[in-house]
Nanobody, 121 residues
């Protein structure tokens, strides 16, 4: 019943920008911590950004200063604004939800299907 649906991926040139969206349904969105993961070919899945129900954010070192995560609880949607994109940002990006977060380690249990982001050099 819980569904997370990503959109906004595509092909962009290095230095360009892209905004990903994740529309959530089947859960009480406002109380969930939300995150964006990515997985590049031949690499492990990594957490790139997360946001708590209270709006606190954190980012992987590789994207700090370039990516911004935000949420709109009225639209049950979380966003990832990606600026100054690099070829190494190329990956499938996944949205995830943690319904029980109260601080500390995230435990994301719901996942979207992913959206492809390709950055050309």
């Amino acid at each position: 019943q819980v569904q997370l649906v990503e959109s906004g991926g595509g092909l962009v040139q290095a230095g360009g920008s892209l905004r990903l969206s994740c529309a959530a349904s089947g859960l009480t969105f406002s109380i969930n911590a939300m995150g964006w993961y990515r997985q590049a070919p031949g690499k492990q899945r990594e957490l790139v950004a997360a946001i708590t129900s209270g709006g606190s954010t954190n980012y992987a070192d590789s994207v700090k200063g370039r990516f911004t995560i935000s949420r709109d609880n009225g639209k049950n949607t979380v966003y990832l604004q990606m600026n100054s994109l690099k070829p190494e940002d190329t990956a499938v990006y996944y949205c995830a939800a943690d319904p029980l977060y109260r601080g500390g380690t995230y435990k994301f249990v719901y996942w979207g299907q992913g959206t492809q982001v390709t950055v050309s050099s």
